[in-house]
């Protein structure tokens, strides 16, 4: 266990700043970035999403305190984050990851969240990243 605390906390320390707010910053970090970078919208409370091996669902969100609740599923068990500030990073590990697997909501509404999973490259290979998936581009 002690392992798992101090990767995370070299994860932090190693993304520490590189947080994005807007799809354009986003790209932008993911030029910059060794990790690959995962857009997601989850539509309504109930609503899951799969990128990579992580599905998320959308638990309950807060407007008026910014804050929101999630569901992670991944190496075969759930995890949830309550209560979590928008743009703030929440890290996990999982199982084949070289370090944290990193998940950033920047939009939040009523019963809506976007955001981002920054992965350590190559980690999610038939997940198309964010400067794979350019609609429009």
Do not use: C, M, W
């Not at 638990?59 to 609740?69: E, F, I, Q, S």
């Amino acid at each position: 266990l002690d392992a798992t605390k101090e990767a995370l906390r070299a994860a932090k320390g190693e993304l520490t700043g590189a947080i994005a707010r807007t799809h354009d910053e986003l790209v932008a970090l993911a030029r910059r970035s060794d990790r690959d970078y995962f857009e997601f919208n989850l539509g309504q409370k109930g609503a899951k999403q799969k990128v990579g091996t992580v599905t998320i669902e959308l638990r309950k969100t807060d407007t008026k305190k910014n804050l929101y609740t999630v569901s992670l599923y991944f190496d075969d068990r759930r995890t949830e984050r309550k209560d979590k500030a928008i743009n703030e990073p929440v890290y996990f590990l999982i199982q084949g990851a070289s370090s944290a697997v990193e998940l950033v909501v920047n939009k939040l509404g009523k019963n809506s969240v976007g955001g981002y999973l920054s992965a350590p490259k190559g980690l999610f290979q038939n997940t198309p990243n964010v400067l794979a998936a350019r609609p429009g581009a």
